[in-house]
């Protein structure tokens, strides 16, 4: 078989499980405002999670394509939501664990990861640190054999089910970015307490949460990588997390489309289809058009980080470009729906509430341009 048909293969068993576990519920669970717990189990059991993680971790060990693909399936089938915890879980934490942690920590936490016994999350973004992530506060300092953890974190994906959190906290304060490091926090440990799931205009069911932590002692042996490092870590695995925001945001327009090239060609307007008229057709061909132009930039981006190459100003070109993309099509296509666009009962509606986030998260589109400005101008 050719890598071509395997991945088509992973495709369709991908879709098939998607449509046996999450299609049925997905609506019921977007109103409850949170996924059940037991979804990650289902998900690991029909081997979605972390599927790139190396099989002497329980994954499968497959090339990073397969696992892009199992969050962007989610999204082009309108689950957007989930698509963004799964992708915080496999393609975030997960890598962060098998990069930069020690042979106890990845068999400590990557089998549950795979398995969805275990929930992962990364909390860097505090109620005063967001974009400016050096100015956060939590800090951790050395007592003996472990460091002591205060401060909070907001906006974490996936807190309430996290059983496991990459927390950035402050290891010298006075140090700046080089006073950074990475965590990995146990999350039944005493001293760690989540806020409420935070409510949002879209992604209803996603997970994201306050996340406090109160003389938390953690380890010494749940540092992850070395002490101060953490910053110089963010920026390295950075460049994965928001290739795979694009990857998911192409995605989600492609479903935007089709669920549009359907409707037109069954809503009647002055006697003959909302298809036959201009407008509609024009629009069509142009968003079809944006979505194809940033659809082969992705893929040419997930080459280019298979192998290795991709630098943080392309990552952050896919990021920027895609998700834009993706709140142009989603709004275009919602117009075409007129007013049935602007019911819940229309998911054409989930993909434009879904799609606004996707240009704030893992980097907003501003700190995007500052980025890619950065590596043709030099800092400003
Ligand atoms: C649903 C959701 C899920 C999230 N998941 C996580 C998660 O799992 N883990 C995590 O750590 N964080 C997470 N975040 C946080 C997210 O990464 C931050 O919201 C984002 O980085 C922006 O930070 P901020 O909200 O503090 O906005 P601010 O940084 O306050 O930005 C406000 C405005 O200023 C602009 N701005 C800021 N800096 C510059 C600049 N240098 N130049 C020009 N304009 C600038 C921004 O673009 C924005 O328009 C999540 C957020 C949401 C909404």
């Known amino acids: 078989m050719t890598n071509n048909e395997e991945l088509t293969l992973f495709r369709d068993m991908t879709i098939k499980a998607l449509e046996a576990e999450v299609t049925p519920h997905y609506e019921a669970w977007d109103k409850e405002g949170i996924v059940p717990r037991d979804l990650w189990r289902t998900l690991g059991q029909a081997g979605m999670l972390c599927v790139d993680v190396p099989e002497a971790y329980g994954g499968c060990g497959v090339p990073f394509e397969y696992s892009v693909l199992v969050g962007a399936e989610m999204a082009r089938m309108g689950f957007g939501a989930l698509a963004t915890n799964v992708m915080v879980h496999s393609d975030i934490v997960a890598p962060?664990?098998?990069?930069?942690?020690?042979e106890a920590q990845k068999q400590q936490w990557l089998p549950k990861m795979v398995s969805g016994d275990a929930v992962g999350a990364i909390a860097m973004t505090e109620p005063g640190a967001g974009s400016d992530l050096q100015a956060m506060r939590t800090s951790a300092v050395a007592?003996?054999?472990?460091?002591?953890?205060?401060?909070?974190?907001?906006?974490?994906?996936n807190g309430q089910h996290a059983d496991m959190v990459i927390v950035a906290a402050k290891t010298d304060p006075s140090a700046g970015a080089r006073g950074i490091s990475l965590f990995l926090v146990d999350t039944s440990l005493p001293g760690f307490?989540?806020?409420?799931?935070?409510?949002?205009?879209?992604?209803?069911?996603?997970?994201?949460?306050?996340?406090?932590?109160?003389?938390?002692?953690?380890?010494?042996?749940?540092?992850?990588?070395?002490?101060?490092?953490?910053?110089?870590?963010?920026?390295?695995?950075?460049?994965?997390?928001?290739?795979?925001?694009?990857?998911?945001?192409a995605a989600a327009a492609r479903g935007a489309l089709d669920l549009t090239l359907k409707y037109?060609?069954?809503?009647?307007?002055?006697?003959?289809?909302?298809?036959?008229?201009?407008?509609?057709?024009?629009?069509?061909?142009?968003?079809?058009?944006?979505?194809?132009?940033?659809?082969?930039?992705?893929?040419?981006?997930?080459?280019?980080?298979?192998?290795?190459?991709?630098?943080?100003?392309?990552?952050?070109?896919?990021?920027?470009?895609?998700?834009?993309?993706?709140?142009?099509?989603?709004?275009?296509?919602?117009?075409?729906?007129?007013?049935?666009?602007?019911?819940?009962?229309?998911?054409?509606?989930?993909?434009?509430?879904?799609?606004?986030?996707?240009?704030?998260?893992?980097?907003?589109?501003?700190?995007?341009?500052?980025?890619?400005?950065?590596?043709?101008?030099?800092?400003?």
């Open 96 to 102: 962060y664990v098998a990069h930069l942690g020690n």
């Open 143 to 157: 007592d003996g054999d472990f460091y002591v953890i205060n401060g909070s974190k907001t906006f974490i994906t």
């Open 193 to 249: 307490s989540r806020g409420r799931n935070l409510d949002k205009i879209g992604q209803h069911c996603g997970d994201t949460s306050e996340l406090f932590f109160e003389d938390l002692r953690v380890p010494r042996s749940a540092l992850l990588g070395e002490e101060g490092q953490g910053f110089v870590y963010l920026m390295q695995e950075l460049p994965r997390e928001r290739l795979v925001i694009g990857a998911l945001g």
């Open 264 to 380: 037109v060609d069954e809503r009647v307007v002055f006697g003959q289809k909302l298809k036959q008229l201009q407008n509609t057709r024009f629009r069509l061909a142009e968003m079809e058009t944006d979505y194809r132009v940033n659809q082969a930039f992705i893929d040419q981006c997930i080459d280019q980080y298979s192998r290795g190459e991709l630098d943080a100003a392309t990552a952050s070109m896919a990021k920027f470009s895609a998700t834009e993309m993706q709140c142009r099509v989603a709004d275009g296509c919602l117009q075409l729906f007129g007013g049935y666009g602007y019911t819940t009962e229309y998911p054409i509606s989930r993909a434009f509430v879904d799609a606004r986030v996707q240009r704030i998260y893992g980097g907003t589109s501003e700190v995007m341009k500052e980025v890619i400005a950065r590596s043709l101008l030099g800092k400003g």
